[in-house]
DNA sequence: TTCATTTGACCCGT
DNA sequence: ACGGGTCAAATGAA
């Protein structure tokens, strides 16, 4: 993107994410560590740090002048939330986007055996870490049961369904596709929630697993956690070119952080890595979603004695009531 | 042998 | 008719 002049106020919010994107590196650190009394400690300082300076990241998003044109643009209130339609996504991203929430948005399923009452969540999702067939595993263990071209995408669309489908009748599906500006990323729809016991999923990780790390890495770096209302806002009419000048055209999607941090061969360790995207982030809705991240990982603050290091990924779950007027997308800890 | 993947066909809503 | 989601037979890998 060709963001001609960056504003004082810009350049100070990005400051800001900067600090706080260090301070989740710093997070991350610590949860390698052995886990005792101290580093559970350090890790809720860590947090509250994290969350003060999200806080007055929002705060400057808020006051400041050019970017309040894209706040108004990205932030509807929750009452927008209900009743703007998902029409009028203008790419095939997001036509996987607003296509495919209809269906669990509204009432009436779209397709045959679609059930009305599920939930749905998009997350974008680097693959730099997990080779070029697919991002990386998400702690579940999935079964691809089919693949369609898509049209106006260059590339198909993988679907997806628990393991535990038949034995366990998990219901949960996910949507696997290839972004169509950057190969190295990809968007999961996730439908449904897994009902399957752990005790019953084979592939589920050793307690001391890499991807208890890797979901609060992705949390923190590479996941952007993207909800049906995002979705709803970033197809609202007012989001054009014209009446939303600091945003991209290029996609309502948008990476929560451009760092992959653990696979791009960047230690994820307290000096920064280059962040090359820095200069694409033009919108507030990027900024929003790097904020979501680092207060989905502040949520755990609340935690009783959180074991980070033994906490499986699957302990995480979407905040279904998220609500897009003054909070954030979150995971939440059933 | 079992399980996962591939892929064409089918179903269903628009 | 078209496009997206799912099914199920064929195929391959462990």
């Not at 779950?317 to 997308?329: R, Y």
């Amino acid at each position: 993107m060709a963001e001609g002049g960056e504003s004082g106020g810009r350049a100070q919010l990005v400051s800001e994410l900067v600090r706080v994107q260090d301070l989740v590196r710093l997070l991350e650190l610590q949860l390698r560590a052995p886990s005792d009394a101290a580093s559970v400690d350090l890790c809720r300082q860590l947090i509250h740090q994290i969350v003060a300076l999200t806080d007055r990241s929002i705060g400057m998003a808020r006051c400041s002048p050019d970017l309040t044109a894209a706040a108004h643009c990205l932030l509807p209130t929750a009452a927008q939330q209900q009743q703007q339609p998902l029409s009028g996504a203008p790419s095939p991203l997001s036509d996987a986007g607003s296509d495919l929430h209809q269906p669990f948005l509204r009432a009436s399923p779209k397709k045959r055996k679609a059930t009305a009452r599920w939930t749905s969540q998009q997350v974008r999702v680097s693959a730099a870490g997990a080779g070029a067939e697919g991002p990386a595993d998400d702690g579940h263990s999935w079964r691809k049961y089919g693949q369609k071209d898509i049209l106006g995408a260059k590339h198909p669309r993988a679907y997806y369904r628990c393991t535990h489908r038949n034995s366990q009748n998990c219901p949960a599906t996910k949507q696997v596709q290839r972004t169509d500006d950057d190969p190295n990323l990809f968007d999961v729809v996730y439908h449904g929630d897994h009902t399957c016991r752990p005790s019953a999923a084979s592939t589920r990780r050793a307690p001391h697993n890499p991807h208890a790390q890797a979901a609060l890495q992705g949390l923190a770096a590479r996941l952007t956690v993207t909800t049906d209302a995002a979705i709803a806002a970033a197809a609202l009419p007012p989001m054009t070119p014209e009446s939303c000048p600091a945003r991209s055209a290029s996609s309502p999607w948008s990476l929560a952080s451009p760092v992959a941090s653990d696979s791009n061969g960047c230690a994820p360790g307290v000096s920064p890595c280059p962040v090359p995207g820095y200069a694409d982030w033009g919108s507030h809705g990027d900024l929003r979603e790097v904020v979501s991240a680092c207060a989905a990982v502040s949520d755990l603050q609340g935690l009783p004695a959180l074991d980070c290091e033994l906490m499986p990924l699957e302990c995480f779950a979407f905040d279904q009531s998220f609500d897009m007027g003054g909070a954030m997308p979150s995971l939440f800890y059933p």
